[in-house]
């Protein structure tokens, strides 16, 4: 994104509320002690601001990271760098997996939506061939990876609303990914999560409280 700074002038009027990219916590962002800088246009001898710039700090004591964010002149945020990302739980994902997880939400949190979508398909690939899940396209595969795991059917049933992964041919068309927007790609990611927890995680935490109960009864048996 490219803002031009002729003329600019300098102001402390934006209020930053975003999830940190550093740690996740939600706040508003301190400033740092700069003020903010901002492009405008005069009309009738009044300046109109266009975007203002500047850099705020995590207000998370133990993060303190830094932002910086460009704003429209409406005080909306269009950009901070870091850019935030959608959390998401890393436990128990095998690398492959993980790695094409994370590229599609960076792609998302730097608006490159094809790109995104592109590795959510990646994503749920891998977690097909990890799992050894068959089928001539990606939505076959997924029902028979819906049918190993704990997963709500009706959560792959309404796959088929989504054009990323609904009951496509061998090969999705270059077409189908540009009609692709943000809404569809930030369902299509939570969809991802869903999987990933059936598939990793739900496992894991069954276990963790079989444990627990084991432990119970041991305690109760004296054993
Ligand atoms: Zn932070």
Same mark, same amino acid.
Request: charged residues 25%; hydrophobic residues 35%; glycine residues 6%.
């Given at each position: ?9 300098? !102001?402390?009027?934006? $209020? ?13 962002? /301190?400033?740092?002690? =700069? ?8 009309? +009738?001898?009044? $300046?109109?601001?266009?975007?203002? %710039? ?9 993060? &303190?990271?830094? *932002? ?7 005080? +909306?945020? *269009? ?42 398909? @990646?994503? %749920? ?31 792959? #049933?309404?796959?088929?609303? /989504?054009?990323? %992964?609904? $009951? ?28 990933? @927890?059936?598939?990793? &995680?739900?496992?894991? *935490? /069954?276990?963790?409280?079989?444990? =627990? @109960? !084991? @432990?119970? !009864?041991?305690?109760?048996?004296? #054993?």
């Amino acid at each position: 994104m490219k803002i031009v700074l002729n003329p600019t002038g300098s !102001d402390r009027a934006i $209020n930053v509320a975003t999830c940190c990219p550093h740690c996740g916590h939600n706040g508003t962002f /301190l400033q740092v002690g =700069l003020n903010d800088v901002y492009t405008f246009h005069r009309s +009738n001898n009044t $300046n109109y601001p266009q975007h203002y %710039l500047g850099i705020r700090k995590c207000p998370n004591e133990k993060c &303190q990271g830094h *932002l910086f964010f460009i704003a429209d002149s409406a005080k +909306n945020i *269009l950009l901070t760098s870091p850019s935030e990302t959608i959390p998401f739980d890393k436990e128990n994902i095998p690398d492959k997996v993980l790695n094409a997880f994370e590229e599609a939400i960076k792609c998302h949190s730097n608006s490159c939506f094809i790109a995104s979508a592109i590795m959510i398909r @990646k994503t %749920l690939e891998e977690i097909c061939i990890e799992r050894g899940a068959t089928g001539s396209n990606l939505y076959k595969k997924l029902q028979d990876l819906g049918s190993k795991i704990l997963i709500p059917k009706e959560l792959l #049933t309404g796959m088929n609303e /989504l054009r990323l %992964l609904g $009951n496509d041919a061998a090969h999705i068309e270059a077409q189908t990914f540009s009609e692709i927007g943000k809404e569809e790609i930030e369902v299509s990611l939570e969809f991802t999560k869903e999987i990933l @927890k059936a598939v990793y &995680q739900y496992e894991n *935490l /069954l276990q963790r409280l079989k444990n =627990l @109960k !084991d @432990k119970d !009864d041991k305690t109760i048996n004296g #054993t």
